[in-house]
T-cell receptor, first 110, second 113 residues
Framework: LAKTTQPISMDSYEGQEVNITCSHN???????ITWYQQFPSQGPRFIIQ???TKVTNEVASLFIPADRKSSTLSLPRVSLSDTAVYYC???????????FGTGTRLKVLA | DVKVTQSSRYLVKRTGEKVFLECVQD?????MFWYRQDPGLGLRLIYF???????EKGDIPEGYSVSREKKERFSLILESASTNQTSMYLC????????????FGSGTRLTVV
């Protein structure tokens, strides 16, 4: 399983776009990238997943460059309720065992 | 809405007690998992199960065991609780390949005194 590295914490203001970058230099050909969000006293929640280029859903966008050695989670116009820990995971296709790192603690300020 | 339900939100137990943490999912998922989460250490996998009566050790299985007698239920057992097992315990479930992601429960905060 490829190791991931992401910032420990980030601060942002309401209404700003937030980009959290994750590096995964050892990603394998069949691996895909998944992001989770965790609020205090709750379990993590799936946000978005992708293999290459760009994926967008109603919550976020995920940008993956051609070499796939990094990925960026983009949260448009954050609000106070986006304050959470965000986890980047690299998952091998056909497996079901996820390894979570310590995540990025995002704090959105008024 | 799909759900993973953990039986207790908060639990306080004494050192040496046998503790059962229960998890039930209603999504007909094959895979179920138990993690613990501690400040600064993130989520660590204790045990997982990919079928009824099947189990595999995760990264930190010592001091724990599991039981999966029915597809929807996965129990974590602390054979003899110790203070270093005070933690947030999270249960999750997924389809076989995990490609649709995990669904987590809300967690059980266990304190061992």
């Amino acid at each position: 399983l490829a190791k991931t590295t992401q910032p420990i914490s980030m601060d942002s203001y309401e209404g700003q776009e937030v980009n959290i970058t994750c590096s995964h230099n050892n990603i394998a050909t069949n691996d895909y990238i998944t992001w989770y969000q965790q609020f205090p006293s709750q379990g993590p929640r799936f946000i978005i997943q992708g293999y290459k280029t760009k994926v967008t859903n109603e919550v976020a966008s995920l940008f993956i460059p051609a070499d796939r050695k990094s990925s960026t989670l983009s949260l448009p116009r954050v609000s106070l309720s986006d304050t959470a820990v965000y986890y980047c995971l690299v998952v091998a296709a056909g497996t079901y065992k996820y390894i979570f790192g310590t995540g990025t603690r995002l704090k959105v300020l008024a | 809405d799909v759900k993973v339900t953990q039986s207790s939100r908060y639990l306080v137990k004494r050192t040496g007690e046998k503790v059962f943490l229960e998890c039930v999912q209603d999504m007909d998922h094959e895979n179920m998992f138990w993690y613990r989460q501690d400040p600064g250490l993130g989520l660590r996998l204790i045990y997982f199960s990919y079928d009824v009566k099947m189990k595999e050790k995760g990264d930190i299985p010592e001091g724990y065991s599991v039981s999966r007698e029915k597809k929807e239920r996965f129990s974590l057992i602390l054979e003899s609780a110790s203070t270093n097992q005070t933690s947030m315990y999270l249960c999750a479930s997924s389809y076989p390949e995990g490609s649709y992601g995990y669904t987590f429960g809300s967690g059980t905060r266990l304190t061992v005194v």
